[in-house]
């Protein structure tokens, strides 16, 4: 295509300008190329959906790379009960109730004897609930080095009260 062609259609005022602004002639063109608006809706959709880091709050404000830990909720257990962490590293909990729904609920304090949490959560709450055959991801940074209990807190059957672990953050 010929650049002059292309530049007399986007001047203002000139014979070979329509009377769309510049921003709907890009637009329009950015629509006919699938590439450019795959790439476009991208952009808009990541910095809509809070991918880009925020320094609001301290879990989020990590650039580290982060440990995603599989658990599986079933029949009055968590598997695995322990799991072990390093302290400042950025965990996502993958938890998926696997025969009904359970619950997921886990002390931020700990042992930590300083008064301050020792979990930091990207969104705290007082119990995750997780419907069957779904999954439910908590994620948070492992401040301080400590054993953390973490029990089922959706009432999910004769053996609810054992359904319980540990969650340990080592120095």
Same mark, same amino acid.
């Given at each position: 295509?010929?650049?002059?062609?292309?530049?007399?259609?986007?001047?203002?005022?000139?014979?070979?300008?329509?009377?769309?602004?510049?921003?709907?002639?890009? %637009? +329009?063109?950015?629509?006919?190329?699938?590439?450019? @608006?795959?790439?476009?809706? /991208?952009?808009? =959709?990541? =910095?809509?959906?809070?991918?880009? %880091?925020?320094?609001?709050?301290?879990?989020? @404000?990590?650039?580290? *790379?982060? !440990?995603?830990? +599989?658990?599986?909720?079933? !029949?009055? +257990?968590?598997?695995?009960?322990?799991?072990?962490?390093? $302290?400042?590293?950025?965990? $996502?909990?993958?938890?998926?109730?696997?025969?009904?729904?359970?619950?997921?609920?886990?002390? @931020?304090?700990?042992? /930590?004897k300083n008064g301050k949490p020792g979990l930091a959560f990207s969104a705290p709450q007082d119990c995750w609930k997780i419907e069957k055959g779904q999954s439910s991801t908590i994620e948070f940074v @492992? $401040?301080?080095?400590?054993?953390?209990?973490?029990?089922?807190?959706?009432?999910?059957?004769?053996?609810?009260?054992?359904?319980?672990?540990? =969650?340990?953050? *080592?120095?």
């Amino acid at each position: 295509m010929n650049r002059n062609y292309l530049w007399r259609r986007l001047l203002p005022g000139s014979p070979f300008c329509s009377n769309k602004s510049r921003l709907n002639l890009w %637009t +329009e063109r950015l629509m006919r190329s699938p590439v450019l @608006a795959q790439l476009s809706l /991208a952009a808009f =959709l990541s =910095l809509m959906s809070g991918t880009v %880091t925020r320094h609001s709050n301290p879990a989020q @404000a990590s650039t580290q *790379d982060v !440990k995603v830990i +599989e658990v599986s909720a079933k !029949k009055f +257990e968590y598997n695995p009960s322990s799991i072990h962490v390093k $302290q400042g590293t950025k965990i $996502q909990l993958r938890i998926t109730a696997t025969d009904h729904t359970h619950g997921f609920k886990i002390a @931020a304090d700990g042992s /930590a004897k300083n008064g301050k949490p020792g979990l930091a959560f990207s969104a705290p709450q007082d119990c995750w609930k997780i419907e069957k055959g779904q999954s439910s991801t908590i994620e948070f940074v @492992a $401040q301080t080095p400590g054993t953390y209990s973490f029990k089922c807190c959706v009432t999910c059957g004769m053996g609810h009260a054992g359904m319980k672990g540990q =969650l340990i953050v *080592d120095p």
